[in-house]
């Protein structure tokens, strides 16, 4: 049975830092590319941030260049998104994804909630 767990999503002010973390287990995880998007009420799911299975990170959005930080841990399979300086506009439900280059996602995790707020 494929679980991607995501963990790590609290409520944070603004200027503050998370790490989620995403826990995969049932997959091959090295073979995969991993990632996490976002959704954030009323809005459309967004990619946020993919790194390939050789390591390679790439950010889709630019609002969250140089503050996140997608890393992956094949020997836990586990993949990391690190946030810094968060804004309200970060304020989103998580989800990481295992998939393949091109946003083929395979599978979904259940999503962790952020909130930025004071």
């Known amino acids: 049975q494929v679980q991607l767990v995501e963990s790590g999503g609290a409520l944070v002010q603004p200027g503050g830092s998370l790490r989620l973390s995403c826990a995969a287990s049932g997959i091959s995880f090295s073979i995969y590319a991993m990632g996490w998007y976002r959704q954030a009420p009323g809005k459309q799911r967004e990619l946020v941030a993919t790194?390939?299975?050789?390591?390679?990170?790439?950010y889709a959005d630019s609002s969250v260049k140089g503050r996140f930080t997608i890393s992956r841990d094949n020997a836990k399979n586990t993949v990391y998104l690190q946030m810094n300086s968060l804004k309200p506009e970060d304020t989103a439900v998580y989800y990481c994804?295992?998939?393949?280059?091109?946003?083929?996602?395979?599978?979904w995790g259940q999503g962790t909630q952020v909130t930025v707020s004071s």
């Open positions: 790194i390939t299975s050789g390591g390679s990170a790439m």
């Open positions: 994804y295992a998939g393949y280059a091109g946003r083929v996602v395979v599978y």
